[in-house]
């Protein structure tokens, strides 16, 4: 076939056929796949194993590209004028693509400027394509790139580990010697800071979180544990190897940590292991509670649609088209935000239903109940691992379990007052204790398991968390620093020991590589890898004079007992400050100076309230509910106008339900005016119809 003017090359289908795989190579593949080899955990945590991985290198390679040519092919019988000229749109087209990722590195420009610089560029050289005969035919010599990308990426040291899951490796030659070997049941939560199970004094909170405290009175409590790492990825095979992280990035996989708990045990135990982010037991085996299926499938292409915007376009505008939220491991189009508010959190509840291990196959129930229920189905002598993502981000759980409309708190970033900012922590930090009530209901149920099943008296039981979170503005989310090691660093960690009636409280210095020589020492164990963390019930096991935490920069940071002892202390007077910890009043809902307004009667309010109206556009979704519903978007945002001159931090905001005042919060100023958020409980509601008010009150 030839082209309408002779000062243009001699085309050719084949040719251009191999140039638009070639481009197709260049534009799509080659960005994720290096976005996917910079991240090969992605394919771990999502469960998306060889079969899907190789169908995804082959849809990429082969079926994409055909897709894109295939109407310009049949356009060729047809009528070969418009066939050519198809042609070049197309490879116009994916010039503007493949200039996008460099483009977007002019980070001083705004997105669409760059856009428009990037489709003019595309356009200026999709016409040397066409009338430079040695850029058309130069083009055919990156045809090998076709092979050598996926190849490259099929054949890359993580990727490659991840294909070669048939690898055996082989469980420890070790004995156990106690007579009666115990149950052994091991809960590791995810982000969840030590400080949000304490009162003001410094104990368990038993009124905000019964079944810890109650726990805790039947168990050693190491309460100056902490992390050895920041990031899930190395935490938890720490806990589990007891052994410090090994720097640099490294898979959560079996064939990177041979020398763990299944493998110390797998010889001796049963193993029932439900791991949300690791993949360190026998997938073969202990697979059960992977997402199978077309739903891998399903989270696979959408995910690559948003891996690709983020690899691609200017960062500003992929996170404005679909966000790619910080600390979550995929599902990221459960995010989008342009569907509203009940919308965008049925999505996140379904990222949880999906793709995260927590929930099984229908929305309302629980995997995790599921794995509970199954614990009948194993022998006593079984190891029960059971790491889930609660209370980690999304906060979308109510203690009840139900789920309600979560948002991103975005709000802070329009106040008009600095003062106000310290609101965002205050509220995103409340979503993050109704998660942690949460995991208190899913211990509950826990314990009444085991105790139902008749394991608990004669059972090892761990709790731990992987690491800690900040909410305190100015400082580091997740990222370990000297500004948050207190909320990062320090977590829960409770063990109970065969038989053992009384609670202990243990304040020396503890560390999550513990926990494994800890329990192989109850065993009475012989054998085995050596370990970097001492066992807890070994009177001679020296106690480290130092802490040692690690981030996820492989940054080193070492306290001794002075500065742990008085980092958590600081950490504790702040949020008893805060969420009025020693106020008798204040519960995981309520906290503040207007606490005294809860319980007052309608009739109180009106006496008492200033003039102002409410404008509240989630409060036509509570007044009918239904409480069968596993959702309830107890969430409610609005804005207040008022002739009240006086200072917003001297108010606040009553909802009053049914008659009687059951929500606080204060107000705060934005750039449209006064503003409020308040979270209610699902305790409160009557099925079917509610009543409920707004009320703006001095401060008691």
Request: hydrophobic share 40%.
């Amino acid at each position: 076939m030839t082209a309408p003017k002779n000062d243009t090359p001699n085309p050719s289908v084949i040719l251009n056929t191999l140039h638009i795989f070639t481009l197709s190579t260049l534009v799509f593949a080659f960005p994720l796949y290096s976005f996917l080899m910079a991240n090969p955990s992605y394919f771990v945590t999502n469960d998306i194993w060889p079969g899907t991985i190789f169908f995804f290198a082959f849809m990429l390679t082969i079926t994409l590209p055909l897709i894109l040519t295939a109407p310009v092919l049949l356009m060729g019988p047809i009528r070969k004028s418009l066939h050519w000229k198809m042609h070049l749109c197309l490879v116009a087209f994916l010039i503007t693509l493949s200039f996008l990722p460099f483009v977007r590195r002019l980070e001083f420009l705004p997105p669409y400027p760059i856009i428009i610089i990037t489709i003019i560029l595309a356009i200026l050289a999709a016409r040397q394509y066409a009338t430079n005969s040695f850029i058309y035919y130069g083009l055919s010599f990156l045809s090998p790139l076709i092979i050598l990308f996926p190849l490259q990426f099929l054949f890359n040291d993580d990727i490659a580990q991840i294909l070669d899951q048939n690898k055996s490796i082989p469980s420890q030659e070790t004995k156990i010697n106690t007579p009666e070997p115990p149950t052994i049941v091991m809960v590791v939560f995810d982000e969840f800071p030590l400080i949000d199970l304490l009162n003001a004094e410094g104990n368990i909170d038993a009124k905000r979180f019964p079944n810890f405290a109650a726990f805790s009175n039947n168990a050693t409590w190491y309460a100056n544990a902490t992390t050895v790492h920041d990031y899930t990825l190395k935490a938890v095979p720490a806990i589990l190897s007891g052994n410090y992280p090994v720097p640099g990035p490294v898979i959560p996989i079996r064939q990177n940590y041979p020398d763990t708990l299944f493998t110390l045990l797998e010889n001796h135990y049963e193993i029932h292991s439900l791991e949300a982010i690791t993949k360190l037991a026998h997938d073969t085996r202990y697979g059960k509670y992977q997402v199978q299926g077309t739903r891998i499938l399903d989270l696979l292409l959408k995910d690559i649609y948003v891996m690709y915007l983020h690899a691609t376009l200017p960062k500003k505008l992929a996170t404005e088209i679909e966000p790619m939220e910080d600390g979550l491991w995929g599902g990221f189009m459960k995010y989008k935000r342009s569907e509203g508010e009940r919308g965008r959190v049925k999505r996140m509840h379904n990222w949880f239903v999906q793709q995260n291990d927590i929930m099984v196959h229908n929305s309302k129930s629980l995997q995790i109940r599921e794995y509970i229920s199954d614990i009948d189905n194993y022998p006593p002598k079984t190891f029960h691992l059971m790491h889930i993502l609660i209370p980690h981000a999304p906060y979308m759980f109510l203690p009840s379990g139900r789920t309600y409309n979560h948002r991103d708190y975005d709000y802070s970033r329009k106040v008009e007052n600095p003062e106000d900012v310290i609101l965002y922590e205050e509220h995103s930090r409340q979503a993050h204790l109704l998660q942690v009530g949460f995991a208190d209901t899913v211990l509950g149920n826990l314990i009444d398991k085991l105790k139902t099943s008749g394991l608990f008296n004669n059972s090892i039981i761990a709790l731990v968390a992987d690491h800690g979170v900040n909410f305190k503005i100015g400082h580091k989310n997740r990222t370990l620093s000297q500004n948050n090691i207190g909320s990062v660093g320090f977590i829960p960690l409770f063990i109970r020991f065969p038989g053992q009636q009384q609670g202990i409280v243990d304040r020396t210095n503890v560390q999550t590589i513990d926990i494994t020589p800890t329990i192989t020492n109850a065993l009475d164990m012989e054998g085995g890898h050596d370990m970097e963390g001492r066992s807890l019930i070994d009177p001679n096991a020296q106690i480290p004079k130092l802490k040692k935490l690690v981030n996820r920069k492989d940054s080193i940071f070492k306290f001794d007992e002075e500065e742990y002892t008085a980092i958590r202390k600081n950490e504790l007077d702040y949020y008893t400050q805060t969420f009025s910890l020693d106020d008798p009043d204040a519960t995981l809902y309520h906290h503040g100076p207007g606490l005294k307004w809860i319980g007052k009667t309608l009739e109180q309010l009106k006496a008492k309230s200033i003039p102002a109206a409410f404008d509240c556009p989630g409060l036509e979704n509570l007044k009918s509910v239904d409480l069968s519903d596993d959702f309830i978007p107890v969430l409610l945002n609005g804005s207040i106008s008022t002739e009240d001159s006086s200072p917003l931090d001297q108010r606040t905001v009553v909802a009053c339900v049914n008659g009687i005042a059951h929500g606080i919060t204060q107000p705060f100023q934005t750039e449209d005016g006064p503003a409020f958020q308040l979270l209610l409980s699902d305790q409160i509601f009557r099925n079917g119809s509610n009543d409920i008010e707004f009320f703006l009150m001095p401060l008691p």
